[in-house]
């Protein structure tokens, strides 16, 4: 597992244990309470004692037990396994886990036990139930990064350039070792014979000199060169267009890079104890990355909740003056390469975009984009949802789910990413975003080359504070319908 990735998902068990911890001391422990009370469990009563702890003053003064105690967990090493774990490892972090929460309630209990007719057995049965609920949401996580995606930072993968015993080896372990959140894309080769044949389980995506094409149509974080003799003459070529197109590059081969790459720094890392060096082209610290996917969710979940009420008359506006669903779903690029669902509020007839070729000459947009200022397809609803941006609004759910960021360049449909050229597909390798610097800068004003260099000029320059600025500035944008169509 490379470190930036290690430090997300330390971060990421972290605040899922919290949030575990937080549910059942806030929620579960009160309601399960006041169930056992209503039906009279006589075993559950003995439990609690005849001052229920959820009941006392001091319950809500304890929560930073709670909170402390998982960092207690991560002081003793308790996180260095992480990501898909075995089931040793899930049963130490979680007994570790409960058992540091239970030990400091039972102090607790022990002192407050002579003003408090508290039961002594009440912690244990609080450890056990603690214990199951932290089991479960370990196995609900290692089920997460088996299925995860790029875009949610928790896995990568890899292009393996070679084919030969050392590549065969290193996928072997990777294959081997699924804790590492790492997975085998394909690989390349420089015999043009081996190309489209299984090497280990793993497809032969092309040759060396296809690397851009594969790329372009692969699922790839990261392209890993093992370095057999015939393949330095592929150096500079792999690096310069993992450079262009804002790919990681790590090799075995220490002595194929100098410290001083275009100036960028390069990594020691290790797989699983193999040294290896990474040249990371585009670098997030994973700890703001990480603060950034939090606000992410947090924003737009409560968004969400407070755009239910208009939702509701904009769907019924929909159907009324259109037939057709309510949604529009579309298959979308994101990070690199990652397809995902994007979701709108329908704003043309329902079949648009077949449409679409009969209108390409009204296209009012350089590059491959297309846009119409008065597209005849829209709706009369939609006419109005995408003069106030409106229709965007369900993209809330993609950012839930962390398809996309509230923050970043603007998805774009397959067959727009198919025409970019090589220095505009460097947009794909940070998490696209329901709004950016063009959505503020005139959007259909501006021209498709300067939106793509404003997409890089985000990802060059990004900080928390770049992304605090755009959505402030966002809303008068959109207010003001400055360059909507």
Request: charge should be positive; hydrophobic fraction near 45%; include cysteine.
């Amino acid at each position: 597992m490379f470190n930036d990735q290690k430090q997300y998902l330390q971060l990421f068990h972290i605040t899922s244990d919290i949030v575990c911890l937080s549910v059942f001391y806030y929620i579960l422990v009160p309601v399960l309470s006041d169930i056992a009370t209503w039906f009279s469990f006589p075993l559950f009563e003995k439990i609690a004692g005849t001052s229920p702890f959820y009941k006392t003053s001091l319950y809500f003064k304890l929560s930073p037990v709670f909170i402390v105690s998982p960092l207690l967990l991560l002081f003793l090493k308790g996180y260095q396994d992480i990501g898909v774990q075995k089931f040793k490892t899930i049963f130490y972090q979680t007994f570790a886990l409960s058992f540091i929460t239970t030990g400091i309630l039972s102090v607790i209990f022990i002192v407050l036990n002579f003003s408090l007719k508290l039961n002594m057995f009440l912690p244990i049965v609080f450890g056990f139930v603690l214990w199951l609920i932290l089991v479960l949401n370990r196995f609900y996580i290692s089920f997460l990064v088996k299925k995860s995606s790029s875009n949610q930072n928790l896995i990568r993968h890899i292009l393996i350039v070679g084919a030969d015993i050392k590549a065969h080896a290193m996928s072997k372990h990777i294959m081997e070792h699924p804790e590492c959140g790492l997975q085998v894309t394909g690989f390349l080769t420089s015999l043009a014979s081996a190309v489209g044949k299984k090497f280990c389980d793993k497809k032969v995506l092309g040759s060396i000199r296809d690397l851009p094409k594969v790329i372009n149509n692969q699922y790839v974080d990261c392209v890993f060169y093992i370095g057999e003799n015939d393949y330095s003459q592929y150096h500079d070529f792999i690096v310069t267009t993992c450079s262009i197109q804002g790919i990681d590059f790590a090799t075995v081969e220490p002595e194929l890079l100098v410290n001083e790459l275009n100036g960028v720094k390069i990594f020691q890392e290790t797989i699983n104890n193999i040294p290896i060096r990474m040249v990371k082209f585009v670098y997030r610290n994973p700890r703001l990355s990480f603060l950034k996917r939090i606000f992410d969710f947090t924003v737009s979940a409560v968004l969400i909740g407070v755009c239910l009420p208009p939702w509701i008359t904009i769907a019924i506006s929909i159907k009324m003056t259109s037939p057709g669903p309510i949604l529009f779903r579309q298959e979308r690029i994101g990070k690199h390469g990652k397809k995902f669902i994007l979701y709108k509020f329908r704003s043309m007839v329902d079949n648009a975009e077949k449409l679409q070729e009969e209108l390409i000459h009204l296209n009012e947009m350089d590059g491959p984009a297309f846009k119409i200022k008065d597209d005849p397809r829209q709706t009369v609803t939609g006419r109005f949802l995408r003069r106030t941006s409106l229709d965007e609004l369900p993209q809330l759910f993609n950012v839930l789910k962390g398809d996309i960021s509230l923050v970043g360049p603007r998805p774009a449909i397959e067959k727009e990413v198919s025409l970019y050229r090589p220095w505009e597909r460097k947009r794909l390798s940070v998490e696209q975003g329901i709004t950016c610097i063009w959505q503020i800068s005139g959007r259909s004003n501006i021209k498709f080359d300067e939106w793509m260099k404003l997409d890089l000029m985000y990802i060059d320059h990004w900080s928390p504070a770049l992304d605090y600025k755009i959505l402030f500035e966002t809303v008068p944008a959109i207010l003001l319908k400055k360059g909507a169509y």
